[in-house]
């Protein structure tokens, strides 16, 4: 994960958030994503979890949340809430 940190530029980007996947608990993840992009100087506005207990249907529930989140990104962009 702190390779992908290190490579993640935020830069020019107003709302940022993570989605992790876990199969009952998610061992920290996300606090540990949060504090890995602020010691960038970057800031992770909202973290998800999704959990992924199932092996069929799993990843079509994650893309379809993933597209929710983003279609309520471009509302709220449109609304100058972002």
Excluded: W
Aim: charged share 20%; with cysteine.
């Amino acid at each position: 994960m702190s390779e992908f940190v290190q490579n993640l530029d935020l830069r020019g980007v107003c709302y940022s958030f993570a989605i992790a996947s876990c199969g009952g608990t998610s061992a920290g993840t996300l606090p540990k994503l949060r504090q890995a992009i602020r010691k960038n100087g970057e800031e992770l506005h909202a973290g998800f979890m999704v959990k992924s207990v199932c092996l069929a249907g799993c990843e079509l529930r994650s893309q379809r949340l993933v597209q929710e989140l983003r279609e309520l990104y471009s509302l709220a962009c449109a609304r100058g809430e972002m």
